[in-house]
Nanobody
Framework: HVQLVESGGGSVEAGGSLRLSCEAVGFYLCNVAVSWYRQAPGSEREFVSGLYDAGTEEYADSVYGRFIISQEFAKKRAYLQMNRMKPEDSGMYFC??????????????WGQGTQVTVS
């Protein structure tokens, strides 16, 4: 069974840090590019950060300078280090990645999400 699995969420006080992980389980191969999104209750899912070919990084203005995206490509794991967190960072965090399953098809996948609460 192929899936993206996020972990590392939890509750933290404002100013604190969390490190989220996204592991691609069961896939034959995944694209280098990986992205993180978040969704607060009653709001649309929004882009947080992306890591692309050649190591290019992109961040939403709201997290620039506080969050850092990285990955261990060989392990099919991506990370989002979140520092100096604010209450407005609260929400469900999702990773998104294009991977190749056993059927040979490349598809975009979402994880189930991991909850982050900043108080």
């Amino acid at each position: 069974h192929v899936q993206l699995v996020e972990s590392g969420g939890g509750s933290v006080e404002a100013g604190g840090s969390l490190r989220l992980s996204c592991e691609a389980v069961g896939f034959y191969l995944c694209n280098v590019a990986v992205s993180w999104y978040r969704q607060a209750p009653g709001s649309e899912r929004e882009f947080v950060s992306g890591l692309y070919d050649a190591g290019t990084e992109e961040y939403a203005d709201s997290v620039y300078g506080r969050f850092i995206i990285s990955q261990e490509f060989a392990k099919k794991r991506a990370y989002l280090q979140m520092n100096r967190m604010k209450p407005e960072d609260s929400g469900m965090y999702f990773c998104h990645r294009h991977c190749r399953g056993d059927d040979g098809l490349w598809l975009g996948y979402w994880g189930q999400g991991t909850q982050v609460t900043v108080s």
